[in-house]
C-alpha cells in the first residue's frame, strides 16, 4: 500500500490535516533548498512529537571515522557526510505562557500546508485551541532565496481568533540559532561542530562555528523583527551554543502580530578564508533593504526563469502534472550548478547517503541538467570527476592497481572513497563505467570536442586502465572474465561475469581507444600527458572483443551473471504484498538466493547501448528481466518506463512512470520520511524526454518519436540543444504502440516544435524536419 494524502494540484504540493504519524513524511516532502543550502520542512516552532531536524550546506562535510564489524584491507578509514548544520529556522511561540506545540495543544481545528512549485515558496496555516483556552490562527510563509543563496525568509504570523474573557493575548517569539546539533547517523556519537562564538548586534544574531577534522567555517545568522501594534519588549538570551531573542507584546483578539526573519549561512567552503561575519553582516543588510516582500517577488521571478526553461506540462492527468514537476523543482532546489557542488541522492532533505556523489550523477542527472540548464553546467559535473582523477588513481592504487588505473568511488565527498561494505566498495565496479559513459553523452549532445581534448581523455585512459586490470583470461571459457563484482543490481553480490558490467567494460575500452585515435594521440600532448601507447591501446581492444558474456540460448537473452537460471525463476507477483519491499521483511541471505532484482541491471546495459541491440532483443530482455524486478532502487523504474516505451508496451510505459514520478510523493518503498530520491528524480525527466518523447541525439542531431499515453490529452517539454531552446508539443489522438502507428502514419500524435532562434533540422519519426524561429 502506498500513501496517498497529497492532493493532487497541477502546481502545489498540498498537505491537509494534522496527522502526527506524517509528520516526519512530510519534512522530507515539503523540503526547501536553493542549490546552496537547504532543509527539511520542520516546523519552526517547537514541536515536541517525532520529528528528524536537518539542515545542510553543500560542501560542507565530515570524515565520520569508519565503523564496520569487521575490517576489511582498502576500506575507507571515514565516511564523510554532509552535516546537520546549526539550525536558523527555530521561532518557539509562547501565547499566554503556553508553547504552541501541535503535539500538546488541546485541539488542532484546521492545518494545511502548501508548497508553491510555481513560486518557490513553502505555506503553512493552521489553528489551534490551547490548555489555556486561547485560539489562534498561524500562517507562515518560507522560503529560501535563489537570488540571495546564503539566506532564506520567514514570515509568521499569529491571530488569536478567542480568548477567555476576549482580554488580549500576551505572545512571546523566541528566535533562535542553535549550534548544538548532532546527527542522527553519527557513527560515534561524536559532536561534529565546535561554536566559537555567539555574538548579537541588535536585532541581529550570529553564530560563528567551524567542523571538527575538515575545519569548515560557518557563521549561521538571523535577523529578526516583529510587528505589533502595541509595544514589544525585547529581550535577548544565549548561552554557549544557542542564541536567541524574546520579543514580548500583547495582541487582541482579531488582531494579527508577526515576525520575520532573515536567515541562513555563509561558509568557508564557499567564501574561502575571509571574514565571515563582515560577510554575513552584508549579506542581511542586503535582504533588509529589499524587505521580505522584495525579498520574495524576486523569489517568484527566480523561479519563472527557471520553469521558463525546465517545465514540463501533462494535460489531463493532473497527478502525472504534479509530479513531474515536483521532481523538476526538487532537482532545481538542490543543484544549480555551484562549483565543487554535486547531486546527492537525497540532495538537502535527508542525512542517508551523507550528501555525497554516487553513479547517480554520470548515468542519471547529467542529461537533464544539460538540456534544461546548458553545457557550463553539465561541464561542471564532469569536472568534479575530472578534478578528483588523482584520488581515483589512488583509490586503485590501494586496492593493488597500478600504472594510472583509476576506480572512482562508489561514494564520495572529495574523490576518496567512503563506502565501506566490501560487495559494494571493491565490487560494484560499474560506476567506472558510467563516468566514462556521461563523457561520451555529454560530447554527442553539446559536440563539445575540447572537452574530451583538454580533459575528458584523461578521465577515459585511467578507467581503461583500470578495467585492463580487472578482467582475466580465462583458459576454460577462453574469453576475459570480470569475477567477484556486484552490478547495478544489488541483490546480487561477488557474482563473476555480471553482463552489464562486462559490457560496459568493453564498452570503455573501445571508446578510450576510438577517443584516442580521433584526437591523433602519438602525436599529440595527449600521449606525453598520460604516456599512452598504440600498443597499450591495442591490448585494450583485444580485451573487448574477447569479453565474455553469460547467454541463455533458451531464453535468447543475456545472462545478469553467470548462473542466474539457477535460481527459482519466480516473478515478483507471487511476493505477498505484505512482504514488499522486500528489503525491509527479508533475510540477506533469503534475498541473494532469490531471482529478484533490486533495480535494472542488464536492462540498465540495453538502455546506454540501444544501438548495439535489435528492438526484438529488447523486447526478449524486457520480457524476461521486468517480472523479476522489484524496483527497490528509486533509480529503477524510470529505466524500465523508457524501454517500455520504446516497445510500444505503453501501459508498463505509464505504471512504471507513475511509480518513478511519484515514489516519494506516494512513498512506494515507504521510507521518504529518510528524506527525498532526488537523483531518481532526473530519471523521471528522462521517462517523459527520452520515454514518452522517445528524444535520442544522433549524428549532431535531436531525434524523436513521441508516443501519448492514453491518460495524457498532451504533453510538452523544452530542451536546450547547442544553444538552441527547441519546445516540443505533442498532443491529440494516441495510437496503439509506436511501431504500429510508423505503418498507419495517421495515428500518430500531432507534434509541434518552436525554436527560439534560428532554425533547427530535428528528426521526426526518422524524417527531417526543418523548424524556424517565430522571429526569423
Ligand atoms: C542503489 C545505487 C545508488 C544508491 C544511491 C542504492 O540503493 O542501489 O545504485 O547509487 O542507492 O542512490
Redesign the pocket.
Given at each position: 500500500m502506498h500513501q496517498d494524502y497529497i492532493l493532487p494540484d497541477p502546481w502545489c504540493i498540498i498537505e491537509e490535516g494534522f496527522d502526527p504519524k506524517r509528520v516526519t513524511r512530510s519534512e522530507s516532502i515539503f523540503s526547501l533548498g536553493n542549490g546552496t543550502h537547504g532543509g527539511r520542512a520542520t516546523f519552526e516552532e517547537l514541536y515536541s512529537g517525532e520529528s528528524f531536524q536537518g539542515s545542510y550546506i553543500g560542501g560542507v562535510y565530515y570524515p565520520d571515522k569508519t565503523k564496520v564489524g569487521w575490517w576489511k584491507n582498502g576500506y575507507p578509514e571515514y565516511f564523510a557526510k554532509v552535516l546537520n548544520a546549526p539550525s536558523w529556522i527555530g521561532i518557539n511561540v509562547y501565547i499566554n505562557g503556553e508553547p504552541l506545540d501541535l503535539n500538546t495543544c488541546a485541539t488542532v481545528r484546521y492545518f494545511r500546508r502548501e508548497l508553491n512549485m510555481k513560486e518557490g515558496v513553502y505555506r503553512r496555516t493552521f489553528v489551534v485551541v490551547l490548555h489555556n483556552g486561547v485560539e489562534v490562527a498561524v500562517k507562515v510563509t518560507r522560503f529560501l532565496s535563489l537570488s540571495h543563496d546564503d539566506l532564506g525568509a520567514i514570515r509568521y504570523e499569529v491571530t488569536p481568533l478567542i480568548a477567555p474573557k476576549g482580554e488580549a493575548v500576551a505572545i512571546r517569539f523566541e528566535p533562535y540559532l542553535d549550534s548544538g546539533i548532532t546527527n542522527h547517523d553519527s557513527n560515534w556519537e561524536e559532536h561534529f561542530w565546535e561554536t566559537d562564538e555567539t555574538k548579537l548586534t541588535g536585532q541581529r544574531a550570529f553564530i560563528t562555528t567551524h567542523t571538527k577534522k575538515t575545519d569548515f567555517k560557518v557563521v549561521t545568522f538571523q535577523r529578526t523583527e516583529v510587528w505589533s501594534g502595541e509595544e514589544t519588549i525585547i529581550k535577548p538570551h544565549h548561552t554557549d551554543t544557542y542564541i536567541s531573542l524574546n520579543y514580548l507584546t500583547q495582541v487582541s483578539v482579531g488582531d494579527t502580530v508577526y515576525l520575520e526573519k532573515f536567515g541562513g549561512y555563509v561558509s568557508s567552503f564557499k567564501y574561502g578564508d575571509t571574514d565571515l561575519l563582515t560577510i554575513a553582516k552584508e549579506r542581511v543588510q542586503a535582504v533588509v533593504n529589499l524587505g521580505f516582500d522584495g525579498l520574495l517577488a524576486q523569489q517568484q521571478h527566480d523561479w519563472a526563469a527557471i520553469w521558463e526553461r525546465a517545465d514540463i506540462t501533462i494535460e489531463g492527468d493532473v497527478k502525472a502534472q504534479q509530479a513531474i514537476r515536483f521532481n523538476i523543482f526538487q532537482l532545481n532546489q538542490t543543484y544549480l550548478g555551484g562549483k565543487g557542488l554535486n547531486i546527492g541522492?537525497k540532495g538537502f532533505t535527508g542525512e542517508k547517503?551523507g550528501g555525497s556523489t554516487?553513479?547517480?550523477t554520470e548515468a542519471y542527472c547529467m542529461p537533464f541538467y544539460t538540456a534544461t540548464k546548458n553545457e557550463v553546467v553539465a561541464r561542471q559535473l564532469l569536472e568534479y570527476r575530472y578534478n578528483q582523477l588523482p584520488q581515483a588513481i589512488a583509490n586503485a592504487e590501494k586496492l593493488g592497481f597500478t600504472g594510472g588505473a583509476a576506480l572512482y568511488p562508489?561514494v564520495t565527498m572529495n574523490g576518496e572513497e567512503c563506502h565501506n561494505e566490501w560487495e559494494i566498495t571493491f565490487e560494484?565496479i560499474h560506476?567506472n563505467g558510467a563516468i566514462a559513459y556521461a563523457i561520451d553523452r555529454y560530447v554527442r549532445y553539446t559536440g563539445d570536442r575540447d572537452y574530451l581534448r583538454e580533459k575528458g581523455i584523461d578521465v577515459l585512459v585511467g578507467i581503461a586502465r583500470f578495467w585492463a586490470q580487472r578482467v582475466n583470461f580465462s583458459e576454460e571459457k577462453q574469453r576475459y572474465v570480470i569475477l567477484g563484482v556486484t552490478g547495478?543490481?544489488?541483490y546480487e553480490n561477488n557474482v563473476n561475469n555480471n553482463f552489464y558490467t562486462n559490457y560496459i567494460a568493453a564498452w570503455c575500452l573501445r571508446y578510450a581507444s576510438f577517443e584516442l585515435r580521433a584526437l591523433s594521440f602519438e602525436e599529440s600532448e595527449v600521449r606525453e600527458r598520460l604516456g599512452v601507447t598504440e600498443k597499450e591501446v591495442q591490448g585494450w581492444l583485444r580485451i573487448a572483443e574477447e569479453m565474455y558474456y553469460p547467454y541463455s540460448e533458451k531464453y535468447g537473452v543475456y545472462l545478469q551473471q553467470e548462473g542466474f537460471l539457477d535460481k527459482e525463476l519466480k516473478p515478483t507477483s507471487v511476493i505477498p504484498t505484505e512482504q514488499r519491499p522486500i528489503n525491509q521483511h527479508w533475510s540477506w541471505d533469503r534475498i541473494l538466493r532469490s531471482p529478484y532484482i533490486?533495480?535494472a541491471d542488464t536492462l540498465q546495459g540495453f538502455y546506454f547501448f540501444e544501438d548495439d541491440f535489435s528492438e526484438e532483443a529488447l523486447r526478449r530482455h524486457y520480457e524476461f528481466y521486468e517480472p523479476f524486478t522489484v524496483h527497490?532502487?528509486?533509480?529503477s523504474p524510470c529505466v524500465h518506463s523508457i524501454l517500455a516505451a520504446r516497445l510500444g508496451k505503453e501501459d508498463d510505459a505509464y505504471w512504471l512512470y507513475l511509480r518513478t514520478a511519484r515514489l516519494d510523493l506516494d512513498d512506494y518503498n515507504h521510507e521518504v520520511h529518510e528524506g527525498l530520491?532526488i537523483?531518481?528524480m532526473a530519471g523521471t525527466w528522462m521517462s517523459v524526454v527520452e520515454g514518452f518523447g522517445g528524444m535520442r541525439v544522433k549524428d549532431g542531431k535531436l531525434h524523436f518519436a513521441p508516443i501519448l499515453p492514453k491518460e495524457w490529452q498532451g504533453y510538452s517539454f523544452k530542451i536546450n540543444f547547442r544553444n538552441q531552446i527547441l519546445k516540443i508539443e505533442i498532443r491529440g489522438q494516441r495510437s496503439e504502440g509506436r511501431e504500429q502507428r510508423s505503418e498507419t502514419r495517421g495515428q500518430r500524435p500531432e507534434v509541434s516544435f518552436e525554436v527560439d532562434k534560428g532554425t533547427l533540422e530535428v528528426v521526426l519519426y526518422g524524417e527531417v524536419v526543418k523548424v524556424e524561429a517565430k522571429s526569423n
Open positions: 541522492p547517503y554516487y553513479w547517480d562508489m560494484e560506476r547495478p543490481n544489488e533490486k533495480q527497490e532502487s528509486s533509480l530520491h537523483t531518481s
